[in-house]
């Protein structure tokens, strides 16, 4: 059985950071592209960042790019979001997801998936 537990989320004002974590189990992913989508109230679930398993590569929405810093953690099966200068556009669910396809930044593309947590961003 394959999980993710994401933590981290909150409610904060803009401005302000987070750091949502990602912790994976019962497989090794080493050479799964691991990934951050958001769902915004009343919108679709949306690409954030993505990561390749050794690191080397990441990929951003251009919303988030220069603000968001997508990282793999020591421990091989974590993966990290720091998100800083958030804007209550940042509001959403946040999902962890894992992909068997290299670069992978389409939702389709991706196999497992969290149960999200919330990041609230105040104005």
């Known amino acids: 059985q394959v999980q993710l537990v994401e933590s981290g989320g909150g409610l904060v004002q803009a401005g302000d950071s987070l750091r949502l974590s990602c912790a994976a189990s019962?497989?090794?992913?080493?050479?799964?592209?691991m990934g951050w989508f958001r769902r915004a109230p009343g919108k679709e679930r949306e690409f954030v960042a993505a990561?390749?398993?050794?690191?080397?590569?990441?990929y951003y929405a251009d919303s988030v790019k220069g603000r968001f810093t997508i990282s793999r953690g020591n421990v091989k099966n974590t993966v990290y979001l720091q998100m800083n200068s958030l804007k209550p556009e940042d509001t959403g669910v946040y999902y962890c997801?894992?992909?068997?396809?290299?670069?992978?930044?389409?939702?389709?593309?991706?196999?497992?998936w969290g149960q999200g947590t919330q990041v609230t961003v105040s104005s």
């Open positions: 990561i390749n398993w050794s690191g080397v590569r990441t």
């Open positions: 997801a894992a992909s068997d396809f290299a670069g992978a930044t389409k939702e389709q593309t991706y196999n497992y």
């Open positions: 019962g497989r090794t992913f080493t050479s799964y592209t």
